[in-house]
């Protein structure tokens, strides 16, 4: 009795050694203690329920083969939330799932290539180890005592442990279903995963159509017009010379300076691409999140008579087609650089040849849209190496040779952008046009700036993570034809969340539509200062 005894600790240890290895090293890792606590009790119980469930419904062999399945699927669980304690100090939650299903295979190989340190190389190592030595004592255990595994039997007493498994079944799920299912991982993965598609069908019913029946009296100018809008990638104005960044990294823009609209406090809606482009590109902001298919920046512009393009250099792929390439399909052309070649990434400059050739298209009004792939991480992979200009020790709160190293290969990645973007308005310059050039980014980075991070999540949200650059050029004709510009420049300095571009464009490009609001346009004399909120309440002018 004493060997059984002691061989059922041993076998109830082993069996949830994932839990208790997630909760040792998650808590050297979290900020959030009582979040870390509902995710052991979740875990613990759903471990439970797994167990109980092969005990139910397997006998002798395939009750042994039941628990290993367990075991090794219960310690990939635990890796993956341990890991992303220790990545982002917070628990899985339902967005990074919408971002692996929007992430490439180049961009997933970046990702482990900056992220996977030695650190989360000896997280692996250790749960290898501990994955294997669990399958060694337990198979000991098994040759030792069978019975531990075959109980119970089907008599009085194995009825009764039998109803117990079932009532603990189903109150573990009750329990888990009531309050911790946003700890369950498999509960967030079917969750995002439905979500996403209902989402993609939405979109793709109403977003990729030219136009949108949402927008409603439609009217603008019947004269010469060339527009291009320009969507940077992670690129946080913090590392940009234009904003008073120490470094030179913006050394071709700042010889036009004169000629640029330089917007100092304008943030985006999210940390992320696809959440953010949904809705800087739409009707979608922080007060109405659910009109996304209403109507798109790309449709409004093709209502309105222009002929609309889409040149991007992001794979337009992921697990699924992305959503933001459900917008760019509205569009009357799309050239995506990235799918053209079999390389996993070309840099911007492929774009250049892509945007001239449309710029000589003899159309009387036309808006280009080109998506950069900017200051993506890896930043190494940014930029070619002629760009690489800053390799001396940065300036940084948190100095290490893994700072130094990302610091340098983002500013680099910055100066290459200031290449690109200088290009693009000098393509348009020469036309002598009606025109502007708008740009901004998706999104920032923090590069070691605030905390000792590189990358962007909405769990830390720091504020480069939030701060973009938002920059117009405009050609002389566009400033004889648009009342009071010079007014403009007293703007700059206004506070403006990215949610409501979509009014700023339509203001600039002299779209007038039913839904459009004058104070929403950051180009209005009639703009109203609203809180802008992030992570859902969050007011980030008062954190």
């Given at each position: 009795?004493?060997?059984?005894?002691?061989?059922?600790?041993?076998?109830?240890?082993?069996?949830?050694?994932?839990?208790?290895?997630?909760?040792?090293?998650?808590?050297?890792?979290?900020?959030?203690?009582?979040?870390?606590?509902?995710?052991?009790?979740?875990?613990?119980?759903?471990?439970?329920?797994?167990?109980?469930?092969?005990?139910?419904?397997?006998?002798?062999?395939?009750?042994?083969?039941?628990?290993?399945?367990?075991?090794?699927?219960?310690?990939?669980?635990?890796?993956?939330?341990?890991?992303?304690?220790?990545?982002?100090?917070?628990?899985?939650?339902?967005?990074?799932?919408?971002?692996?299903?929007?992430?490439?295979?180049?961009?997933?190989?970046?990702?482990?290539?900056?992220?996977?340190?030695?650190?989360?190389?000896?997280?692996?190592?250790?749960?290898?180890?501990?994955?294997?030595?669990?399958?060694?004592?337990?198979?000991?255990?098994?040759?030792?005592?069978?019975?531990?595994?075959?109980?119970?039997?089907?008599?009085?007493?194995?009825?009764?442990?039998?109803?117990?498994?079932?009532?603990?079944?189903?109150?573990?799920?009750?329990?888990?279903?009531?309050?911790?299912?946003?700890?369950?991982?498999?509960?967030?993965?079917?969750?995002?995963?439905?979500?996403?598609?209902?989402?993609?069908?939405?979109?793709?019913?109403?977003?990729?159509?030219?136009?949108?029946?949402?927008?409603?009296?439609?009217?603008?100018?019947?004269?010469?017009?060339?527009?291009?809008?320009?969507?940077?990638?992670?690129?946080?104005?913090?590392?940009?010379?234009?904003?008073?960044?120490?470094?030179?990294?913006?050394?071709?823009?700042?010889?036009?300076?004169?000629?640029?609209?330089?917007?100092?406090?304008?943030?985006?809606?999210?940390?992320?691409?696809?959440?953010?482009?949904?809705?800087?590109?739409?009707?979608?902001?922080?007060?109405?999140?659910?009109?996304?298919?209403?109507?798109?920046?790309?449709?409004?512009?093709?209502?309105?008579?222009?002929?609309?393009?889409?040149?991007?250099?992001?794979?337009?792929?992921?697990?699924?087609?992305?959503?933001?390439?459900?917008?760019?399909?509205?569009?009357?052309?799309?050239?995506?650089?990235?799918?053209?070649?079999?390389?996993?990434?070309?840099?911007?400059?492929?774009?250049?040849?892509?945007?001239?050739?449309?710029?000589?298209?003899?159309?009387?009004?036309?808006?280009?849209?080109?998506?950069?792939?900017?200051?993506?991480?890896?930043?190494?992979?940014?930029?070619?190496?002629?760009?690489?200009?800053?390799?001396?020790?940065?300036?940084?709160?948190?100095?290490?040779?893994?700072?130094?190293?990302?610091?340098?290969?983002?500013?680099?990645?910055?100066?290459?952008?200031?290449?690109?973007?200088?290009?693009?308005?000098?393509?348009?310059?020469?036309?002598?046009?009606?025109?502007?050039?708008?740009?901004?980014?998706?999104?920032?980075?923090?590069?070691f700036q605030d905390i000792d991070f590189v990358g962007h999540n909405e769990y830390h949200a720091t504020k480069p993570m939030f701060e973009i650059p938002f920059i117009v050029?405009?050609?002389?004709?566009?400033?004889?034809?648009?009342?009071?510009?010079?007014?403009?420049?007293?703007?700059?300095?206004?506070?403006?969340?990215?949610?409501?571009?979509?009014?700023?464009?339509?203001?600039?490009?002299?779209?007038?539509?039913?839904?459009?609001?004058?104070?929403?346009?950051?180009?209005?004399?009639?703009?109203?200062?609203?809180?802008?909120?992030?992570?859902?309440?969050?007011?980030?002018?008062?954190?």
């Open positions: 009795m004493p060997i059984f005894k002691k061989s059922f600790i041993s076998l109830v240890i082993l069996a949830y050694m994932p839990v208790l290895i997630f909760l040792s090293i998650g808590f050297f890792y979290t900020t959030q203690t009582k979040y870390l606590i509902k995710e052991f009790v979740e875990f613990f119980l759903f471990s439970t329920v797994l167990y109980a469930i092969g005990i139910v419904l397997f006998r002798r062999v395939l009750r042994i083969s039941w628990c290993y399945f367990s075991i090794s699927f219960l310690f990939l669980i635990s890796f993956l939330k341990t890991a992303f304690y220790y990545l982002y100090q917070s628990k899985l939650t339902i967005s990074a799932f919408y971002i692996l299903f929007e992430t490439t295979g180049s961009e997933s190989s970046q990702f482990l290539t900056t992220f996977f340190d030695l650190k989360l190389l000896i997280i692996s190592i250790v749960f290898i180890l501990f994955l294997l030595l669990t399958f060694k004592q337990l198979n000991y255990l098994y040759k030792k005592e069978k019975s531990l595994f075959y109980l119970p039997k089907f008599n009085l007493l194995g009825i009764g442990v039998y109803l117990v498994l079932l009532i603990g079944i189903l109150s573990s799920i009750y329990l888990i279903n009531w309050k911790l299912k946003h700890n369950n991982i498999i509960y967030l993965a079917k969750d995002a995963y439905v979500t996403y598609q209902e989402a993609q069908t939405l979109f793709q019913s109403s977003l990729v159509k030219q136009t949108n029946e949402e927008l409603k009296n439609i009217s603008a100018l019947d004269e010469s017009q060339t527009y291009v809008v320009i969507i940077g990638e992670s690129t946080s104005s913090r590392n940009m010379g234009l904003y008073g960044y120490y470094r030179d990294t913006n050394p071709l823009l700042s010889e036009i300076k004169d000629e640029l609209l330089i917007f100092n406090d304008v943030i985006s809606p999210h940390t992320h691409t696809i959440p953010s482009l949904n809705k800087v590109l739409s009707l979608s902001n922080y007060e109405n999140p659910d009109v996304i298919h209403c109507g798109s920046v790309v449709q409004l512009a093709n209502a309105a008579g222009f002929s609309t393009y889409w040149i991007s250099n992001q794979q337009p792929i992921g697990i699924h087609e992305t959503l933001v390439t459900a917008i760019s399909k509205a569009t009357k052309e799309q050239f995506f650089t990235n799918a053209l070649t079999n390389k996993q990434l070309e840099h911007d400059e492929m774009l250049l040849p892509f945007i001239e050739q449309v710029l000589n298209k003899k159309e009387l009004k036309k808006i280009i849209f080109v998506h950069l792939y900017g200051a993506h991480i890896a930043y190494k992979f940014s930029y070619p190496p002629r760009f690489q200009k800053f390799t001396d020790t940065p300036i940084t709160k948190f100095p290490s040779a893994k700072s130094t190293e990302q610091i340098n290969h983002y500013d680099n990645a910055i100066l290459y952008n200031d290449f690109i973007v200088r290009s693009i308005i000098d393509q348009v310059k020469k036309r002598e046009e009606n025109a502007y050039v708008i740009y901004f980014s998706d999104h920032g980075d923090e590069v050029w405009t050609s002389e004709k566009f400033k004889n034809s648009f009342p009071n510009f010079d007014t403009l420049k007293r703007y700059q300095n206004r506070r403006y969340m990215l949610d409501d571009f979509i009014h700023s464009f339509s203001d600039i490009s002299k779209i007038n539509f039913n839904q459009f609001q004058p104070e929403r346009s950051i180009f209005n004399k009639y703009f109203k200062d609203r809180k802008r909120i992030i992570k859902k309440k969050v007011d980030y002018d008062n954190r």
